[in-house]
């Protein structure tokens, strides 16, 4: 009675996430996670949700309950281009398609453009669910050389040459997982290299809006001549995740392919959820509500570096990011924060390896902190358990 | 400025969904619609709908709100088990995995199991969409013989033989497009074969519950003794398909891979649909509802047969399906159902071409008539301008 198909080998070849392996375990009372990348509960605006969910049913519900647009739901389509006006983008209608959640940006994109053994330019490290859908299609994952300031102009441009990549993946922006920030001048050079040579760039930035400090930059998108950036954002590190909602600003050619694409995969994207978060972005309460996460995230942050400068050996370094939702740190050479991780959990404090971001899982000896999902008295109690832990192998 | 990288081949050849293309004409005042495959929403029920959000959101909004667990929202997984006892299945919680739309589904198992060239088994003609994801896997589409009791069991057994499928597809239920239900004898066959050969069977089940006359036949899953049967099932028919629920219900074995594949494709779906779904589950009203659709769409069926009998031409043959959504009608070999469709458009009335339903295009003369959409006085309307038409060909 046991189901023993075999998998497609690239299926095979694919771990689970191991956050979602924790989930459980971070329930139990008492437990300190700076593991998953999620949003504080705290910072939900629940009685609006409840109030819009109820009003969008009663005043549109045909629309809200029968099939709806492939694309995603018009208004808020026209909602989300006008919240991306606040970045300079003059996005037509037709040139966004509404997913579930920024990951099925990633999964759409790289149906219709990967085929098995097809090089991706990424990051390294990089977000780790997205390297699980890159493998899923069996691309060759390249990893373009890094300095402080970001990716490497001259490497990227040495590597398309080489690869021929299906596309360049990049998180600019406190990126996932190190919190780092590509400066303005490489975003430009990213903008023109890619344009130049043909290659699509993915620009996945669902953490703009959680800056902390200093000025915003410009996009990659907003340096795109060529029309070959597609940019990805999602209301789930800014908004609720739970509602699902990705957006994916594409050159217009592009959205039609994206379309079937998304047809073939899940029909549309429910549309009560889509609505929720267009009620709430034509009320116009999202300055306000990105205003308040900001400040509840920024004394996190503060907490957590705090603790660190306070508990951690000298010998960890962690990088304070300006904004996003991790703090990356890393240990001496010979430390495995993988094999690290079962003990912390007995400790009742949760972090995420920094093996889970590198294609190769080369790099043991990283972790990635989140600090948005705990309150700083348990920042502060969880970095002193932690760091009770490094010290031993430290 | 124009966006031009090529499509991973596979991608390249998929049509988009014509229903879809259709969709903006179909809401213009006056005109009827026998094409999109959609319940009335007429019977959503909107008041307890809205309620229920409502309710939801109040008593356990972090968990609506918060991402959320890949397999799908617990109390649904519970409250769906319970469902499919109706239908004999003790299916455990562990054996359940909620999906965006029946859709989904589809995709994940193909995403799991189907690398290009491997070949899928189907009834010919089947569902346009299903055709639409296997393509889109690359996958060599080779159908299944028939006759008026369905698939015959010969046939399956030798093209297993011939072409190792991946898996066997089947709608044995009031199938889409054509609204035939395969015989209790053949069901057994097709689970006792496939599962004597070692191929897994999908048993694709959206129409189940729209019976209209005569007694439910036993579910293929209901005679799988190897464990080889995957069935999936869907509340957009029976309930409101802008929720997007749809459920897995595998082999034990499967359900880990399943979770591995939609992570990497969505993360999970939306919370507060699964909720929706859960709450009217668990209220007990599902049983009222699913007799007041049968009642309604019983209503309408009869008014299209009849309509049908009065005003088509002899020569286009409708065979009259026990339940489901659908009225296939096959006109005589020389006619164009695709060709005729934009002169049906004109006039004001949909419906779906025959040749959408079959992988290689090749049967041009039957019509997808769907009947659930609307009231009586529409359809008989419709029909009349429809065999008009029909007369100028047939």
């Known amino acids: 009675m046991s189901f023993q198909f075999p998998l497609a080998p690239h299926m095979a070849q694919i771990p689970s996430n191991p956050i979602f392996h924790l989930l459980p375990k971070l329930n139990e009372p008492g437990f300190i996670s700076f593991a998953a990348g999620v949003p504080s509960p705290d910072s939900f605006p629940y009685d609006e949700i409840a109030k819009m969910a109820a009003e969008t049913l009663a ?229 306000a509500h990105l205003k308040m996460l900001c400040d509840m995230y920024r004394a996190r942050l503060k907490a957590m570096l705090e603790a660190a400068a306070a508990f951690f050996p000298e010998s960890v370094a962690c990088a304070p990011p300006q904004g996003g939702l991790f703090l990356w740190c890393v240990c001496p050479p010979h430390v495995d924060t993988l094999a690290l991780l079962a003990e912390a959990v007995e400790r009742k404090v949760a972090y995420i390896p920094g093996d889970q971001f590198y294609a190769d899982g080369s790099v043991k000896n990283a972790m990635r902190l989140n600090f948005s999902n705990e309150p700083e008295d348990s920042i502060f109690k969880g970095m002193e358990i932690l760091s009770k832990l490094l010290r031993t192998v430290c």
Chains 1, 2 share one sequence.
């Not at 989300?80 to 999964?107: C, K, P, W």
């Not at 703009?208 to 060529?226: S, V």
């Not at 392919?257 to 709430?280: N, R």
């Open 59 to 287: 005043g549109n519900p045909k629309e809200i309950l029968q099939y709806g647009s492939t694309e995603g739901y018009l208004p808020l389509r026209r909602a989300m281009a006008q919240h991306l006006r606040r970045y300079s983008f003059n996005a037509g209608i037709d040139e966004l398609v509404i997913t579930t959640g920024g990951q099925q940006a990633i999964d759409l994109l790289c149906k219709l453009f990967v085929e098995p053994g097809d090089a991706v330019l990424a990051e390294a490290p990089t977000y780790s669910a997205a390297i699980q859908v890159f493998k899923s299609y069996k691309a060759n994952i390249v990893s373009i050389e890094s300095d402080d300031a970001g990716i490497l102009p001259d490497d990227l441009e040495s590597k398309i040459a080489r690869h021929r990549p299906k596309f360049v993946y990049l998180i600019p922006t406190f990126k996932n997982p190190s919190g780092q920030t590509l400066s303005a001048e490489r975003r430009a050079a990213a903008a023109e290299i890619t344009g130049r040579l043909g290659v699509m760039l993915i620009e996945d930035d669902p953490y703009r809006d959680l800056r902390y400090e200093g000025g915003h930059l410009p996009n990659i998108k907003g340096y795109d001549r060529a029309g070959n950036v597609v940019y990805i954002t999602s209301a789930s590190k800014y908004f609720c995740p739970g509602l699902r909602v990705g957006t994916i600003y594409a050159p217009k050619n592009l959205t039609p392919v994206l379309t079937v694409a998304k047809q073939a995969t899940d029909m549309h994207s429910p549309t009560l959820t889509q609505a929720i978060v267009c009620a709430y972005l034509e009320s116009g309460r999202m300055e």
